[in-house]
């Protein structure tokens, strides 16, 4: 163990190393207040069009014709999902199981802002 010790530096390199990692936690902890107060003016809705967009942008060829058309409404969103014709297949998926996992995601995450959310593919 000593030998170990000796080869990280001593434990004083061992504390300094930790002292390190809590004021990377402290300052982790006040950006993300930070960016609480800044999405406090964000509707969930777009939160959820965020990961949405995300997951399709990985599955696509042609990320630039890929657009999402957001509704909001009282009883919940509705996510519009278009994209190029040759990539509609790669969206929704062998049997629909790809916008089926992307629906499950996006109503997760709706379930945690407490809002409603569908998830569309347009043609």
Known sequence: MDDLNAAMGGADAFDEAEAGVEG????GADELVDAEIDDASELPSDRIADLVEL????????????ALDVTDSAEGSLIEITVAPDD?????????????SIRTLARALGQRLDTEVEVEVLD
């Open 24 to 27: 990377l936690e402290a300052e």
């Open 55 to 66: 997951l399709v942008l990985g599955l696509v060829d042609d990320v630039d014709a890929v």
């Open 88 to 100: 509609v297949g790669k969206v929704i998926g062998r049997r629909g199981r790809t916008i089926k």
